[in-house]
């Protein structure tokens, strides 16, 4: 049968390997960094390379720095994405306080966990210090809401 071929199945862990993405990490990286976390040297892996210790040492070294930068990243997106702030003055009511909230997250179309029994138990729980006998606020009250409509007083 001329012109036709037969594709034979993968079946190495190297050839495995070579098929898999690793985000930001060469091949070569990764499986370095994969030596390192089950206890290998350096020097044991690049004889297991083929390659020098001081290769494997640059190579580890720009891994671990690829990581660490797309780990900031992540950071710095989160905190500007994902994070709505509201402040309750001073003098609000307590039973304000939760519609305040929600109308806040209703100006980003954000569904809030958390209801308005839940936001006052939260209030209460955690800043009673906060709160006059008379069931006012007596300083500003700052909660902090998420995408997914996680709230935190913080």
Not at 48 to 68: C, F, P, Q
Not at 116 to 136: A, N, T
């Amino acid at each position: 049968m001329k012109g036709n071929t037969i594709q034979k199945p993968v079946d190495t862990a190297a050839e495995r390997l070579s098929e898999k993405s690793y985000g930001f990490l060469s091949e070569r990286q990764f499986r370095i960094l994969s030596l390192r976390s089950r206890g290998y040297t350096q020097l044991e892996i690049a004889k297991e390379l083929h390659t020098s210790r001081a290769n494997v040492s640059m190579l580890e070294g720009r891994a671990r720095k690829r990581i660490e930068l797309a780990r900031q990243t992540l950071k710095v997106f989160e905190e500007c994405q994902t994070h709505h702030v509201i402040t309750i003055e001073p003098s609000t009511r307590l039973q304000k306080i939760p519609m305040d909230v929600l109308l806040e997250a209703d100006k980003f179309q954000i569904h809030m966990r958390s209801n308005m029994v839940e936001i006052l138990r939260m209030v209460k729980k955690q800043k009673p210090d906060l709160l006059s006998p008379d069931g006012k606020t007596v300083e500003k009250i700052t909660f902090d809401f998420n995408e997914r409509g996680k709230l935190s007083l913080l």
